[in-house]
């Protein structure tokens, strides 16, 4: 697997805190399947989409949905979550027992680690997978959260739920 010079800079580096976090990511097969599908529809271009589900000991991940990605300028390298797909989801499950609870995107021909600019979006609370696609196909998927003051991206394991 290739790794652009960009992901060894000190500018990327500087974004991944070197402490992990003990918390997990419990995804469900279908959730897990829908990210790796987007991804490789989508492919030569970045995709990105919601997780819906529960926090609660860890991510709780029970469906991924994709959003449009209104990035058309760099869309082979960065995502624009389309904000009325954000709303029309947040505002379907008012009411229930489940939330937004993370952001998902792929990073074409790139390793799953996040970026700079990853940074510069991310929400406290929010957990990140980002699915590394090579080819066409699913290299990796690597999963990430923002340490406590909001300032690096902390690694958390990926656990695939019976769900």
Not at 17 to 31: L, N, W
Not at 69 to 98: H, I, M, S, W
Not at 114 to 127: I, Q
Request: proline fraction near 7%; charge should be negative.
């Amino acid at each position: 697997m290739h790794e652009p010079e960009r992901f060894k800079s000190p500018e990327y580096l500087a974004v991944l805190d070197e402490v992990g976090t003990p918390e997990a990511c419990h995804v469900s097969p279908s959730a897990l399947n829908a990210m790796q599908e987007a991804a490789k529809k989508d492919y030569p271009l970045e995709t990105c989409g919601l997780l819906i589900g529960t926090v609660n000991n860890g991510w709780q991940v029970d469906e991924a949905r994709q959003i449009e990605n209104l990035n058309k300028e760099r869309a082979a390298d960065r995502f624009q979550l389309d904000p009325a797909g954000y709303r029309n989801v947040d505002r379907e499950l008012r009411g229930t027992a489940r939330e937004i609870i993370g952001v998902f995107h792929s990073h074409p021909d790139c390793p799953a680690k996040p970026s700079p600019t990853d940074l510069e979006s991310a929400w406290e609370g929010f957990v990140y997978p980002i699915i590394s696609i090579y080819n066409g196909e699913v290299a990796d998927i690597l999963c990430w959260t923002l340490n406590e003051d909001g300032s690096r991206f902390q690694s958390l394991s990926v656990k695939h739920s019976q769900k």
